[in-house]
């Protein structure tokens, strides 16, 4: 994830050991020092009463407004015995980086990633029977929610087998006291946005007024929608012709309408030889432009006309007319076409693993909302997660964690993973699978392999390969794909807190490594989807390589380098040959070609995709300096697109609210790809950015797109990071019902978007929202709690209470309007369905939910009737 200014990604100095890389390594994770061994008899009984509990102090001092992030740790000895001064130590995680502590008998160090210890000090005191001990420590960054701290903490020793502490296992860290003030609500003393209360959210939803739909409430938006007169029922006395050519999608179309339609309602399958004239489907294989299709409704023919994806998506908006109609349809000529070839999501697997079933769900959400393109990121610091058939210690170590502070059998398990020993990844065939799924939906599948920044799991892999082979006197092979330089000393930290993470840009083995990585990738998708593009990352190079001695000869030996700041430049100039060689395109991150608002211009067939928009940054004109340099482009501002960020100002929301406070589904609805300066609202703590904001330069340098530069901006892509996104379910959440917003915006330019008057915009952009809105609850929600392949229905978030008393009544709204509204005056004994305002007692508090059509509930919310 990308996740702090540029500042940070400066070489920092080690708050740990130095990783010195040689034969015989020594690595960051520190044992306690403490001389007196523990038993696993107390380490188990550590394991199984301590009570934890976390409580995150302040983000700043509320007298002074210093920034100052304070977090108590409390153990409390639950058993009827002392925990003895021994060598044990408790692991754990806090996305956060942190300085190193002594405090109460206690040391508190930074280890990796997010992994911190805790460790007794020797001859401190024992923790008696009753007593809690308060450790305090200082972040160096804010934390406002619960899904900063992460489950499963971990109690250990050099002689004895880790335990989960049971306090702490749970997939949310309930373990964490409420944040209750402003210094720990807010992320600074000038942090002025709005948290979400059922006040303020009853404020921000009072105008979505409930409207009916219209007839043709198909997401996305098509083009044109020409309604003509009449109704068309079909039902079985129904064809759908089929010719040898199109059979396969006729028959796709049959067996969706009978999922759809009762048997009766369903048309037949019809050999065009001889099909009847009237009462007939026809799917037409026509070229209307790219992806564009047609599907024209009038009484007795529905011709559904287009080529490739273009006739595939006819179907989809059929369908969606069927789901809102049933088997009689309004008659009509929609013409459609998409605004950008780019329509895109990024799924990252490295540092939470999904299942290949909720890939396979998610792609029947992409195509049904006219998706084209799955960017899975499959590799990063935490894990490698692609079986490579050549190179089997990518997933044999590169996809393992477990307990091992040498890491030499495994990676360290970091992001609350635990330290039981799990591999987990994909198989090749695994992978061919989802190839497959996503060729039948129209759906390219782009992988991701980060480098040479987050690539730590590669780089481990290769040095499990390298002593293996070693060991077998193998040693030309051995260094055949080695990703580091032995003799490094260089010391840094990435934005991550990892050090060693990046590949080593100045060895001839790194590109060897490369050139297999594609070979391998090519024959994978060779039968199923052929490879076209790879993507390679590029971001965050965290101050790599000043003390590498090969890249200092490499530097030495070119003349065309001066310094390890070119390094970057040469690593993709160099990537790109190799990927040219094997016809690919080649994707990367923005950070890659420009530099401090410098952009380096490196020949090949390349894009970049842009994330970094937040405007205090000052990087906001990236995509228009990329675009003017002649680079291809991909949106992916994150203020907007991210959607691994909080869906509302809450700590309760999961997330890392890094690039903007939250993002709900009325904001990703409002970005403007069309030209991202109309995206410029405010300041990340809340304020408005001013024109005079613009014109000072507090917002970088805002080049406008040179003309006919608009065509090398190719789409938009949606993109999910999982440091705290631990399960399936829990991904579900984040991504849905914002992904149906992504489509819409990826797919149809709406007029408001074209309003050069700001105010006029926004006016018409709500009107817009509110329409899209009482589409996704009336609809869109429903199809999600009905759709049942490859497991449960979708468990999208649904939307909070918004409520306030007025009068001695209550009265309750939420964000997308039919969604069902519950409220308990019990403490949620006993909960009833809100339709029109309830009178209630002063003495009462009231609990608030929203409820699904399949009795899913909302996380639940209080409104304190005293405080109204």
Not at 334 to 360: H, S
Not at 673 to 685: A, G, H, L, M, S
Request: aromatic share 8%.
């Amino acid at each position: 994830m990308k996740i702090k200014p540029l500042l940070l990604s400066i070489i920092t100095a080690l708050s740990f050991n130095a990783y010195a890389y040689n034969d015989t390594q020594s690595y960051p994770i520190e044992h306690n020092a403490n001389s007196i061994s523990s038993s696993q008899s107390t380490i188990n009984y550590i394991a199984h009463h301590v009570l934890i509990n976390v409580n995150v102090k302040q983000n700043f001092n509320e007298k002074t407004k210093e920034k100052k992030q304070i977090v108590d740790i409390i153990l409390k000895n639950n058993g009827d015995k002392p925990i003895p001064i021994s060598d044990w130590s408790i692991y754990f995680g806090i996305r956060r980086d942190i300085q190193d502590t002594v405090n109460n008998g206690f040391i508190i160090k930074q280890q990796l990633g997010d992994m911190k210890t805790l460790s007794p000090i020797a001859n401190s005191k024992p923790i008696k029977a009753g007593e809690s001990r308060v450790i305090t420590l200082s972040s160096n960054y804010f934390i406002i929610s619960n899904s900063a701290i992460l489950p499963n903490w971990y109690v250990s020793s050099s002689k004895t087998k880790p335990v989960i502490i049971d306090s702490t296992k749970f997939d949310d860290p309930i373990f964490v006291k409420p944040f209750t003030s402003n210094i720990q609500l807010k992320r600074s003393p000038q942090d002025i946005i709005p948290l979400a209360t059922p006040k303020t959210r009853f404020e921000q939803y009072k105008t979505n007024s409930d409207q009916n739909l219209n007839d043709f409430a198909i997401t996305p938006t098509p083009k044109s929608i020409i309604p003509q007169k009449g109704n068309t029922t079909i039902d079985n006395s129904w064809s759908i012709v089929y010719t040898e050519k199109n059979k396969s999608q006729a028959l796709a179309l049959y067996n969706s309408l009978r999922n759809e339609l009762s048997t009766a309602n369903t048309p037949t399958l019809t050999n065009a030889a001889i099909a009847p004239q009237t009462k007939v489907i026809r799917l037409i294989d026509h070229d209307v432009g790219k992806e564009a299709y047609t599907l024209n409704i009038n009484n007795n023919h529905i011709d559904l006309t287009g080529k490739d994806a273009g006739l595939f998506y006819a179907q989809t908006s059929l369908l969606s007319l069927i789901k809102q109609h049933g088997n009689t349809l309004p008659n009509v000529i929609i013409n459609d076409k998409p605004r950008k070839p780019y329509r895109g999501f990024l799924l990252e697997v490295a540092r939470n693993f999904y299942t290949k079933d909720t890939i396979f769900r998610l792609l029947d959400q992409m195509s049904t909302y006219k998706m084209n393109v799955l960017h899975l990121h499959l590799s990063d610091d935490e894990s490698w997660r692609l079986e490579i058939p050549t190179l089997p210690e990518l997933t044999e170590f590169g996809a393992t964690q477990c307990h091992d502070i040498s890491e030499t059998k495994c990676l360290m398990p970091v992001l609350g993973a635990g330290p039981d020993k799990k591999t987990q990844y994909y198989s090749v065939e695994d992978y061919k699978d989802i190839l497959r799924y996503a060729n039948e939906h129209h759906i390219t599948v782009i992988p991701e392999f980060d480098m040479p920044g987050h690539a730590r799991a590669a780089i481990y892999a290769m040095e499990s390969r390298y002593r293996k082979l070693k060991t077998e006197g193998k040693i030309n092979q051995a260094q055949q794909y080695r990703l580091l330089d032995p003799l490094d000393t260089t010391q840094y930290k990435s934005v991550q807190l990892y050090s060693n993470n990046a590949i080593n840009v100045c060895l001839d083995s790194t590109y060897n490594f490369v050139d297999t990585l594609l070979t391998q990738m090519q024959k994978i998708h060779a039968d199923i989807q052929q490879l076209k593009t790879i993507h390679l990352g590029g971001d965050e190079i965290a101050g790599a390589w000043v003390n590498s001695p090969a890249c200092k000869k490499l530097i030495s030996d070119n003349k065309h380098l001066n310094s390890t700041a070119q390094l970057g430049e040469y690593f993709f100039n160099k990537v790109t040959q190799i990927s040219t060689q094997h016809k690919l395109e080649l994707h990367a991150y923005g950070d890659a070609f420009d530099h401090k608002n410098q952009t380096i211009k490196i020949k090949g067939n390349l894009v970049a995709q842009v994330w970094n928009s937040i405007w205090e940054w000052q990087s906001g004109g990236r995509a228009n300096r990329l675009v003017n340099a002649g680079y291809d482009v991909i949106l992916s501002n994150a203020p907007y697109l991210y959607l691994d960020q909080p869906q509302e100002a809450s700590p309760q929301e999961r997330g890392n609210p890094w690039a903007t406070r939250f993002i709900n589904t009325e904001k990703v609805f409002s970005f403007t790809p069309t030209d991202v300066y109309k995206n410029i609202d405010i300041f990340q703590n809340g304020t408005k950015i001013t024109n005079k904001d613009i014109t000072n330069g507090s917002l970088g340098s805002l080049p406008p797109l040179k003309p006919a530069a608009a065509k090398h901006i190719l789409g938009i892509e949606a993109a999910v990071f999982g440091e705290t996104i631990r399960t399936d379910e829990q991904l579900e959440y984040m991504i849905y019902p914002r992904l149906i917003a992504v489509a819409e915006r990826a797919w149809h330019e709406d007029n408001w978007e074209k309003i050069e008057n700001k105010a006029q915009r926004n006016k018409a952009k709500h009107t817009a929202w509110e329409e899209f809105a009482n589409r996704l609850g009336k609809k869109e929600l429903l199809l999600m709690d009905n759709y049942h392949n490859h497991g449960n229905s979708i468990h999208y978030r649904l939307p909070m209470v918004g409520a306030k008393v007025v009068n001695g009544k209550l009265i309750a709204n939420t964000e997308y309007p039919a969604v069902k509204i519950q409220y308990s005056m019990d403490n949620g004994s006993h909960w009833l369905d809100y339709s029109t305002p309830v009178k209630i007692s002063h003495d009462k508090k009231i609990l608030l939910r929203t409820s699904s059509s399949n009795n899913r509930y909302s996380r639940v919310t209080q409104l304190d009737i005293a405080q109204e």
